[in-house]
């Protein structure tokens, strides 16, 4: 990986060290910082792609060692929205989570009109279930939000070929209900008694269209529905949304969840909309996979980590770090891969973090 940029070697653990000792677990505005936090140290930018941004990095160690990478990305012409509306699935390799990652193929592109998936196929999360690679993404139909469903996509192979789902895995809830206006944003884990989770961000039209505030576009909120077999159908857990900030006040949410078990714990990674600050990730656990504890930050801005020219007047979100994704080494999380907008093209890309132990 090209190092272009001075990396501080800037940590949550040194930032966190800077304030007085009776508050070194909590940030300048008192948030809690969690452990996984203090562990990450930064690596840099990789995907920098001309003429695309590139977003959702979601990585795996394939058999022989090398490090699959499947990512969304669309033409910059369409500039950052066009996600919603033209992005495709890519697939990059690299010797190591450190190294130039090469830009393989396209494995999953929109389809046209008549699918499900016709306008867009976006948010891959990539896992090795049963043998198998599972690919979880979000496509829509119609280049809004309001059609936008999970699918899974299947292969032996991380080089294929890919069985595309002519249904989506999670229909949107029934009119009226929390989550009657999509289902995306798809982390999976597979539970010790032998049944799939898939969790999924949902919100609730009404909410959505109606708000008497502008600036609000609904509260995004988390569901679980599990299934017996690994292709569906998938059940909605009775007692959803499992995670809802809405009752903190102020419109307080999340996006972005990445889901594992670690020990005998589920942990949680997500982007922060507003229960700190939109510039943090957030860091949860929970027993169960279904009642989560109290957020904590889990990684902070790009600026903590990274001196970078200033932001362009084009790119709104520049210097977040979003869509948390997890590769996993010897069955322990040891990068970090998030998306950022910005990089040498000035559009977006992967910023990966290794984590510490």
Known sequence: ?????????????????????????????????????????????????????VWCNSPVQAPD??????????????????????SEIAHAVAESPESPFRYVETVLAPRGPGYWDATTCHNPHIRYVDGKYCLFYMGNSNGRTDTKRIGLAIADSLNGPWKRPDRP????????????????????VKHPDGRYWLYYKSWNTEEYQHSKDPAIRGNRKYGLAISEKLEGPYVRYSGNPVIDFSQKGNNRQLEDAFVWREGRKFKLLARDMGVFNHEVGLYMESRDGIKWGEPEIAY???????????????????????????????GKPAYLFTAAQGGKFMTSSAFIFKIEN
């Open 1 to 53: 990986m090209k190092r272009r940029y001075f990396l501080f070697q800037l940590s949550c653990f040194s930032a966190a060290s800077l304030l007085p000792v009776e508050s070194m677990a909590y940030g300048a505005e008192g948030e809690r910082v969690s452990d996984f936090c203090k562990k990450l140290k930064p690596v840099g930018r990789a995907l920098e792609m001309e003429g695309y941004y």
């Open 65 to 86: 060692g090398n490090i699959h990478v499947f990512f969304s990305r669309w033409p910059s012409k369409k500039g950052m929205g066009g996600w919603i509306n033209s």
């Open 169 to 188: 895995l999670l229909e949107a809830g029934a009119p009226g209900a929390w989550d009657d206006h999509c289902t995306t944003n798809p982390s999976f």
């Open 300 to 330: 902070r801005s790009l600026k903590e980590y990274v001196q970078e020219p200033g932001a362009p007047s084009h790119l709104k979100r520049y210097g977040r770090l979003e869509r948390p994704q997890l590769l996993f080494l010897k």
